[in-house]
């Protein structure tokens, strides 16, 4: 079994940075395909960003993409999600996710095997 713990959201202002992490703890994540997805009240959970178990393979939401970052150290059993250029819009609950894989992410919710309690993160404008 795998814990994940999110942490680093909060209160921003309309063009800030936040820094998520994701610690894991029960197994090491080095062997999981890990990803980020978040949710508002009333709408289905949404993908943000995956990265294969290495590292070399991303991938992102069209709405992120050039401004949200995924990267992982294995050695540390987290995975982050560096968010810059934040807009109202990116406001929602956070969560991280993995499952076990040789290659790849996945965009899906359903693919996932575990996931955090998520964080907060609200962006003013």
């Known amino acids: 079994q795998v814990q994940l713990v999110e942490s680093g959201g909060g209160l921003v202002q309309a063009g800030g940075s936040l820094r998520l992490s994701c610690a894991a703890s029960?197994?090491?994540?080095?062997?999981?395909?890990m990803g980020w997805f978040r949710q508002v009240p009333g709408k289905e959970r949404e993908f943000v960003a995956t990265?294969?178990?290495?590292?070399?393979?991303?991938y992102y939401a069209n709405s992120v993409k050039g401004r949200f970052t995924i990267s992982r150290d294995n050695a540390k059993n987290t995975v982050y999600l560096q968010m810059s250029s934040l807009k109202p819009e990116d406001t929602a609950v956070y969560y991280c996710?993995?499952?076990?894989?040789?290659?790849?992410?996945?965009?899906?919710?359903?693919?996932?095997?575990?996931w955090g309690q998520g964080t907060q993160v609200t962006v003013s404008s």
């Open positions: 990265i294969s178990r290495n590292g070399g393979s991303t």
């Open positions: 029960g197994r090491t994540i080095s062997t999981y395909t």
């Open positions: 996710a993995g499952y076990e894989a040789w290659y790849g992410g996945s965009t899906y919710a359903s693919q996932y095997d575990y």
